[in-house]
């Protein structure tokens, strides 16, 4: 009951809600509501607010709102597409260094040919054996490109104020231990005009 009044009063209090046509930053989705991430973050990290889990296992999505850099080796036939800022700077997506998101999809239609690899981090993804054609036709959509993340919030960690998308770890406000509950966290590059998927990783949680 708690969390529904106070997502209530994120959505009508036009100072907390943020409006995609007047916020620049990564746009969050709190169970599909559009929020400002860092004002629940603030509200949690609070001491009179030190036994809650109102928000564990609630799904969050992060979307980029600027448009993506785009940086082509034709020699080496790689696509790089950059984020400029840090992405989803709110959210601790990989555990440690051996953690990563394993390639789940390709799309076809825009790469035919491109090598399947796992990434470790998500502000610059490196596409291999992309072919010149390939990089023009993504540049004429640049501005229709974003990346998106998701996954369940499993806590907020101590050291960084991060939400965690993972369940272990030194914790400021944990969840509940449920051993049923699923943290798979999936990473996407999107056409956003079209709602195309380019690429899809995943962890399986």
């Known amino acids: 009951m708690i969390k529904l009044i106070f997502i209530f009063f994120l959505l009508l209090n036009i ?3 943020a409006y995609s046509e007047l916020y620049k930053s990564d746009i969050y989705y709190l169970e599909n509501n559009e929020v400002l991430l860092y004002k629940i973050l603030n509200w949690w ?4 607010h030190e036994n809650s889990t109102e928000f564990c ?3 969050i999505k992060v979307r980029s709102n600027k448009a993506l850099n785009l940086k082509y080796d034709k020699k080496s036939k790689i696509l790089e597409i950059d984020s400029k800022e840090k992405f989803a700077d ?6 440690n260094k051996n953690s ?4 789940e ?8 040919n491109l090598k399947a690899k796992s990434i470790q981090e998500i502000n610059t993804i490196s596409l291999k ?8 036709k993504i540049k004429k959509i640049q501005n229709n490109l974003a990346f998106e993340l998701e996954g369940k919030i499993a806590g907020l960690l101590a050291f ?11 914790f400021l406000r944990s969840c509940p231990q449920k051993t049923d509950e699923k943290f798979d966290i999936i990473f996407k590059i999107l056409n956003i005009k079209t709602k195309e998927i380019l690429v899809k990783y995943l962890s399986k949680g």
């Open 105 to 112: 999809y390709i799309n076809k239609n825009y790469f035919k």
């Open 15 to 17: 100072n907390i809600y």
């Open 57 to 59: 296992f609630n799904s």
């Open 160 to 170: 960084s104020g991060k939400i965690s998308f993972y369940r272990s770890g030194e």
């Open 90 to 95: 709110l959210i601790s997506v990989f555990e």
């Open 100 to 103: 990563y998101l394993k390639n």
């Open 129 to 136: 054996n992309i072919s010149f054609s390939e990089y023009e």
């Open 45 to 48: 990290s609070t001491k009179a």
